[in-house]
């Protein structure tokens, strides 16, 4: 079968990496991809923002089965125009891709369908932004969540642990002109990302991992897509999981399929571990970025088979997908000035020494410069190891890191310290 992967980062890489090991796969190809992803895929002159354009090279190159990686085609539809044709696409819908296009559009199903999530509000201006943060305010102590209502690459969120901090990222979010938020409680406790399939109706758990969003060590500093990551998350034990697929997974996809958008592809839901049981954060409609990298080091299945039976309503044909015992880790090496603006075009060498340690090195934000390998975006390499614990899989990494020379590049160096801790 010839598979067509949308997405140039680490999560596409790493899909490519195990897509490629599949026996049913004929020809991968990927578009627009990176170099790292050509090791594996034979890449396509393709501008994915252009339907037509993709439509075409399916019908063109025999495609059976179109994986799309990452959130922007999906809130655009491509999944729908795609299936027009009557290709599998491993991905949903534009409206049911609302669920990570508009924070707004998922609290509100999460209250309609009682699922567990923090109270909100949403907003539409900054003068009613801020009349709102009293409901968050105990005393002297105000705390709440200010979230962009659109797709923000991980970035559109500020924890405000003060008035003075929520009237700034308010004044922040509403200073180009209109927008639109949500403004949520602060909740607490430990934070767990749990990845779901799903072909519509049925659906299989796909393994959790920690993230760490904060741009430095001790989860200091601004939040951004993603610094690192490790799977599988300890802290969402086997009961707390189901827990959380009976009361937050399964009633949204049944609230999507009543709907007539039901969900094809996986779902990603950012877990708030709370006293009083999970909480959902917010969803993604993909795998995670560097999530899907851990995900896919300790993933033993053909993972070709299962996105196609996924995409093709067969989900129930296969068995639970299997992961293996150990855990494996992610480091994300950034450029310079991530998460603001990356310093690009930093030479980067002994990506082979890395790997000759036994780890993976998967590439997001690279291109090929006359042979050379250099920085082409914020988050560039994502080195991942595994181990038999985390901090055996943390020491992995960490080795592999430092067989890397990245000067313009820097890495946070404390990947899975709540665990180990």
Known sequence: MNVLLIGSGGREHALAWKLAQSEHLDTLYAAPGNPGIAQHATIAALDTADHRAVIDF??????????????????????????????????????????????????????????????????????????????????????????ADGLAAGKGVVVAMSRAEAEEAIH????????????????????????VLSDGTVTASFGSAQDHKRVG????????????????????????????????????????????????????????????????????????????????????????????????????????????????????????????TPETGGTITGIDAAEATGAIVFQAGTRDDGGKLVAAGGRVLAVTATGESVAEAQAAAYKAVDAIDFPTGFCRRDIGWRAIG
């Open 217 to 340: 060590d001790g989860d200091t500093g601004p939040n951004t897509g993603g610094m690192g990551a490790y799977s599988p998350a300890a802290v969402l034990t086997p009961e707390l999981e189901e827990q959380a697929l009976g009361e937050i997974v399964r009633p949204t996809i049944d609230a999507l399929a009543a709907a007539g958008t039901p969900y094809v592809g996986v779902l990603y839901a950012g877990l708030m571990l709370t006293a009083d049981g999970p909480k959902l954060i917010e969803y993604n409609v993909r795998f995670g970025d560097p999530e899907c990298q851990v995900l896919m080091a300790r993933f033993e299945g053909d993972l070709l088979e299962t996105l196609l039976a996924v995409a093709e309503g067969r989900l129930a044909d296969l068995p639970e997908p299997a992961f293996a015992d150990n855990v494996a880790l992610t480091v994300v090496m950034a450029a310079n000035g991530y998460p603001g």
């Open 58 to 147: 399916v019908r063109r190159n025999a495609i059976g089965l179109v994986v799309v990686g990452p959130e922007v085609p999906l809130v655009a539809g491509l999944a729908d125009n795609i299936r027009t044709i009557g290709v599998p696409v491993f991905g949903p819908g534009r409206e049911a891709a609302r669920l990570e296009g508009s924070k707004g559009f998922t609290k509100d199903l999460c209250a309609r369908v009682g699922i567990p999530t923090a109270r909100y509000f949403r907003v539409t201006s900054r003068d009613g932004a801020i009349a709102c943060l009293d409901d968050f305010a105990t005393g002297a102590d105000l705390r709440c969540v200010i979230k």
């Open 172 to 195: 922040a979010l509403f200073a180009e002109g209109p927008a639109e938020a949500v403004i949520e409680e602060f909740l607490e406790g430990q934070e767990a990302s749990l990845f």
